[in-house]
Structure formats: C-alpha cells, structure tokens
C-alpha cells in the first residue's frame, strides 16, 4: 500500500476505472455478439440495434475505454454486417 496520499488517492480512481471499463467492454461485447445473431438471423430489428450499439461505442470513446482506431474498426465491421442483409 502507497504511503503518499495522492498515491493513495490514486490506487481508488485507478480501481474505479478499471471497473467502469470492465463493465463497459463486457457490455459491448454482449451486445455485438447479439447484433451477429440478428444479422445471421437477417432479423429487421437489427437496423435498430445497430444505432443503439453505435451509440454505445461513441460513448465507450468519450470516456476513454477504448482507442479510436479500434472504434472505428468496430463500427466499420458493424456496418458490414449490416449490409450484407440487404445484398
């Protein structure tokens, strides 16, 4: 255990993030898989789902959970799964 009270201070916002972070990845991880079941399925919720799920990666960026390359491969493979239902 640290001696220093910043240090201190930090070990707890270092734990919290790392909760929020686990969460927030677990989450997207849950939901992406849903997402690939409905587009398997060719289900017409899934244009729905998607703007939700792009929502929760915007977000995921905004707090700093991810890096924005691995944003925007996330996001480029969701839009091809998506249009691969109309093709």
């Known amino acids: 255990m640290p001696n220093i009270q910043s240090?201190?201070?930090?070990v707890k916002t270092i734990e919290t993030r790392r909760q929020r972070n686990?969460?927030?990845k677990s989450s997207l991880?849950?939901?992406m898989k849903k997402f690939e079941?409905?587009?398997?399925?060719?289900?017409a919720d899934a244009k729905n789902f998607y703007n939700s799920l792009i929502s929760q990666l915007d977000n995921a960026l905004a707090k700093g959970?991810?890096?924005k390359n691995n944003i925007a491969h996330?996001?480029?493979k969701l839009t091809k799964m998506l249009n691969s239902i109309d093709a």
């Not at 240090?7 to 930090?10: D, L, N, P, Q």
Request: charged residues 35%; proline residues 0%; without cysteine.
């Open 7 to 10: 240090a201190k201070k930090r």
């Open 22 to 24: 686990k969460k927030v």
């Open 29 to 31: 991880a849950t939901n």
């Open 37 to 43: 079941v409905m587009v398997n399925a060719k289900s």
């Open 65 to 67: 959970v991810f890096h």
């Open 74 to 76: 996330k996001k480029s």
